[in-house]
Each structure stands twice: as structure tokens, then as C-alpha cells.
């Protein structure tokens, strides 16, 4: 491939992937304003508080899942052509519907798509806010922010843009519902490669690879439809670059070992797959490499429960969502979507840092301003009771009803703590979208040509999926003690044994 690392022409140094290779435009795309702010948001907001090196930002993610984009991009070609060879070789006919390198037209169109990808993925991540997805909740209403995307006359196609957006908005959560950070993502993408110069139809392409259903009118002659692919690729299930490269590199900031997997036979079982039946092509995974997705989805679930689901690490995610529940009852926002000027100033004004400042001034509750002072301060609120569903007894709602109860019986108890006691809900499905239009595990028939397996295969065909296909559930009640005083910590522990005998609770 020396006709695209020609074109990489610069390098970044990465402790998860190495040396990045990277081209001029990508250089020209990480050094907007609009994407160096996120060297400012935390990939995973507060866990440093219980990994000291979890400082990492979404600002070096995103330059991963580039990477790891066009490393799953070139290998699934590179696997195509191989297959094809061994066929040519020993006269084996068959796999008809594995695409090659012949699918494109000549080198320029390999190149172009290559890093439309790239880019794609490059940007998947721009439009996030500062506190993970709590922010979300505090953004502009969808039909304010599709408003103001159609008057934003720097960006050419706004209006097709913005109704298209619309499209999928009330799919999703209707125009009254607060914007989330993808859109936010498609406009802020839009507005970065309109300033460096792209043109319309390339914008465009790189758009629908962020999101196919942007039903935005790009050139496509071809019979089969390449982007669901690169899509998936991007934001696919079971496994796509954004996931493959934050479970590498929150493992490796949090020191753990649990979120590793083996990514190069990911790689290898990779294939691009023509639904011929659909007229498109999809990310194929050989049924010989069950056992690399397996590893994948069990790596995740891990990362899940002992890292991101770590009880202090909830512990400050409650204590932010307790203390901001007025303002969310209010409808308040940090963001200015009256123009296009106060709304990008708005972003890139907002660190982590500067979003808890302005939380922190801005709930009218002077108890909730302690919660939000004492959480930046790490007196962070304990953990006094942990509930677990018994299998074929308690379920989602069991669960939600008993943590309701507990968290009365405390207030109750003692008053004064009221507003510093609250339930904490946590929920994983670990094989979510194992079945469904993204990521298809591939079987042969008997002429050799893969084949879509038939649903239900990704479990019949894995003890390890077995395992995981039950959802994983827990109910947490923390509450503000402070330990080191001798009264408080004796009221804790007999509030402990007192909710343990009256709930009986069923531990995991």
C-alpha cells in the first residue's frame, strides 16, 4: 500500500497503537479548534478518582479509532484477496459475495474511500461535552438546534442537512428532546471540513459513513452500496474501531488487564460481505473467529463491571446526577443555541473543569452545592447497601422498588440526610446487537461460498455467549458519612445491619 503512506506523510506516537501515521488533511482536521477542545473532556470523567492515571482524553481516543478504523478497513480486503488467491490457486469456485479490491474502479477510488473512513472515524467523537453523556441533558432542544443548522449559511447544503437531521431526530426522541452528542457530531464535522476547504459531495460522504441514514444525495453508481460497511466499521456491534480502541486504552490507563482482547485475530476475521439480497455490503466476521469476538465481548463486559461499574466510580456519577436534578427539572442548559457564534464559543469554552463550575453556581440548592463541592474535593458519599437480582425471583423493577424503599427508610432514619442519600441504577446487556442489520457472522455452504449464519448462531455456535446472555444488574444506594468521625461511622454500620435485616437483600 505505498500509494497511501505516501500520503501519511506525519506521524503521532501513541502508547496503545504506536506510531499513527497521518495525511495533511487529517493534521489540518485535529488541529481545528473545534477538535483540539477535546484534549479538555475526559474519556472517562471521573475515574481518575479511582485510577490515578485515567487522564486521558477524547481527543487521543479519537485519533485511535482513525487508526484502528483503516487498520480494520485494510485487513478486510487484504483477507479478501488472500481468499481469493487461494481459490485461484487451487481452482475453487465459490464466495461470490466476498468483495476484493475489484470492486473499485481504479487506485484513486481505493484511496478516497480509505480516507473518508478515516476521517469518519476521526470525528465520531467531536460534538461530546464535557461530563460524558450527563451533559447531554443540559443541551439545546433538538428543534432549537435544528434551527439554528439551517441558518448557518457557512456550510452549503444546510438545509438539506438540517432536514435531514430532522428525519432521524423524530425517529429517535422527537423534537422537544435535548440534543445529543451525535448530531452534535454530524455538525460539528460539517463545519470543521467546510473551513479546511472539502468540498460539498466529500463532506457529504463522510457524513453518511458517520451515520447511514443521513439521507444526505451523494454520488453512487455502484451495484452494491459500500457504506453500510464503512458505518459499521465506525459505530457497528458486536465490535467497531470506537469500542476496540477504549477498551484498549482505558485498560491501559486504569492499569487493569481486563479490557485486552487479541486484535490481531480480530483483524484477520474480518471480510467485506455482499448482502446480495439487500444490495450492500456489510463487515463480515468468519465463523473461525468466534473465538477473537468472544475474547472482545468478554474483555468489554469485564472493563463494564469491574471498571467503569467500580462503586466510587458510581459513587461521583450519583452524587452529580443527585446534585443536578433541579436544573434538569427546570430544563436548564449551558449551551447558547441562538447562534451559530454563541454555540461553538459555548463548546469550546467547556472543559470538565469549567462545566463543574458552572454546575456548582448554577443549582439553587445550597446542599446541593455542597454535594457538587464535595465531590470535587473527593468526600465522595459511601456505598452502605448493594442489591442483585436472584435468578427467576427479582427482576429490573424488583430491584428499583427496593433500593425506592431503602432510600426512604434512611431518610426516615435521619432526616438530615435527605438531600444527601440516593439510589444508583446500573444496567449491561453484553451481547446487545449481536442479531441485527450491523456485523453478520459468517458460515459456508456447501459450494464454499459464505453465508449469513442463521440468527441464534452467535449463541448456539458459543458456550461463552451462553454465559453472558443474561443482562447484568445492580441497585446501589450511597449516602453522604463521613467515616473518620466515630458517631457517623457508627451510625453507618448499624444503619447497614439495621437495612440488611429489615430487606434482606440478595447478594450476588
Known amino acids: 500500500m505505498i500509494f497511501i503512506t505516501e500520503q501519511l506523510n506525519k506521524s503521532i506516537l501513541d502508547p496503545i497503537h504506536g506510531l499513527i501515521r497521518i495525511s495533511d488533511d487529517e493534521m489540518k482536521i485535529i488541529s481545528h479548534p473545534l477538535f483540539n477542545r477535546l484534549r479538555k473532556v475526559k474519556q472517562n470523567t471521573f475515574l481518575y478518582f479511582v485510577f490515578p492515571s485515567a487522564n486521558h482524553t477524547r481527543f487521543e481516543h479519537s485519533i485511535g479509532v482513525m487508526h484502528l478504523a483503516s487498520e480494520m478497513f485494510l485487513n478486510s480486503f487484504s483477507n479478501a484477496n488472500t481468499l481469493k488467491n487461494k481459490q485461484k490457486k487451487y481452482g475453487i469456485e465459490g464466495n461470490r459475495n466476498i468483495l476484493d479490491n475489484d470492486y473499485f474502479t481504479n487506485q484513486q477510488e481505493f484511496i478516497d474511500v480509505f480516507f473518508a473512513l478515516r476521517i469518519a472515524a476521526l470525528l465520531h467523537d467531536i460534538g461530546h461535552g464535557p461530563m460524558s453523556h450527563l451533559f447531554d441533558q443540559f443541551a439545546p432542544k433538538n428543534s432549537d438546534f435544528l434551527n439554528m443548522v439551517r441558518n448557518d449559511d457557512k456550510i452549503r447544503f444546510n438545509i438539506e442537512?438540517?432536514?435531514?437531521?430532522?428525519?432521524?431526530?423524530?425517529?429517535?426522541?422527537?423534537?422537544?428532546?435535548?440534543?445529543?452528542?451525535?448530531?452534535?457530531?454530524?455538525?460539528?464535522a460539517a463545519k470543521v471540513l467546510s473551513d479546511i476547504g472539502f468540498t460539498d459531495e466529500r463532506i457529504k460522504i463522510i457524513l453518511t459513513i458517520m451515520n447511514e441514514h443521513l439521507n444526505l444525495k451523494t454520488t453512487n453508481i455502484k451495484d452494491y452500496n459500500l457504506t453500510p460497511f464503512l458505518n459499521q466499521i465506525v459505530a457497528g456491534a458486536p465490535l467497531d474501531c470506537d469500542r476496540m480502541d477504549y477498551l484498549l486504552r482505558d485498560s491501559y490507563f486504569t492499569g487493569v488487564k481486563y479490557g485486552t482482547y487479541d486484535l490481531n485475530r480480530l483483524l484477520k476475521s474480518l471480510l467485506p460481505f455482499i448482502d446480495m439480497e439487500k444490495n450492500k455490503i456489510r463487515l463480515g466476521i468468519k465463523k473461525s473467529g468466534l473465538p477473537a469476538i468472544e475474547n472482545f465481548l468478554q474483555a468489554r463486559y469485564e472493563l463494564y463491571v469491574q471498571v467503569y461499574f467500580h462503586k466510587t466510580n458510581q459513587a461521583c456519577n450519583t452524587m452529580l446526577s443527585h446534585a443536578t436534578n433541579d436544573l434538569k427539572d427546570i430544563g436548564h442548559q449551558f449551551v447558547d443555541c441562538n447562534t451559530v457564534d454563541s454555540f461553538i464559543s459555548s463548546y469550546l469554552e467547556l472543559s470538565d473543569e469549567k462545566f463543574l463550575d458552572k454546575v456548582e453556581s448554577s443549582v439553587p440548592?445550597?446542599?446541593?452545592?455542597?454535594?457538587?463541592s464535595e465531590l470535587r474535593n473527593r468526600k465522595l458519599w459511601k456505598r452502605i447497601i448493594e442489591l442483585f437480582p436472584e435468578k427467576g425471583k427479582m427482576r429490573e423493577e424488583d430491584i428499583k422498588e427496593q433500593t425506592e424503599k431503602v432510600v426512604n427508610f434512611i431518610k426516615e432514619k435521619k432526616s438530615s440526610l435527605k438531600p444527601f442519600v440516593s439510589e444508583s441504577f446500573t444496567s449491561l446487556d453484553p451481547l446487545k446487537d449481536l442479531n441485527g442489520e450491523k456485523a453478520v457472522l459468517l458460515s459456508k455452504d456447501k459450494d464454499e461460498n459464505y453465508i449469513i449464519a442463521a440468527q441464534g448462531d452467535w449463541l448456539n455456535n458459543s458456550i461463552i455467549f451462553k454465559a453472558l446472555s443474561s443482562k447484568y444488574l445492580v441497585g446501589r444506594i450511597y449516602m453522604r458519612a463521613?467515616?473518620?468521625?466515630?458517631?457517623?461511622?457508627?451510625?453507618?454500620?448499624?444503619?447497614?445491619?439495621?437495612?440488611?435485616?429489615?430487606?434482606?437483600?440478595?447478594?450476588?
Open 161 to 188: 442537512f438540517a432536514n435531514s437531521l430532522e428525519e432521524i431526530m423524530k425517529k429517535d426522541k422527537g423534537l422537544e428532546g435535548r440534543v445529543e452528542h451525535e448530531y452534535v457530531s454530524y455538525y460539528f
Open 365 to 372: 440548592d445550597r446542599d446541593d452545592k455542597s454535594t457538587i
Open 482 to 508: 463521613n467515616t473518620e468521625d466515630i458517631k457517623e461511622k457508627e451510625f453507618f454500620r448499624a444503619t447497614k445491619q439495621e437495612i440488611y435485616k429489615t430487606f434482606r437483600p440478595i447478594e450476588k
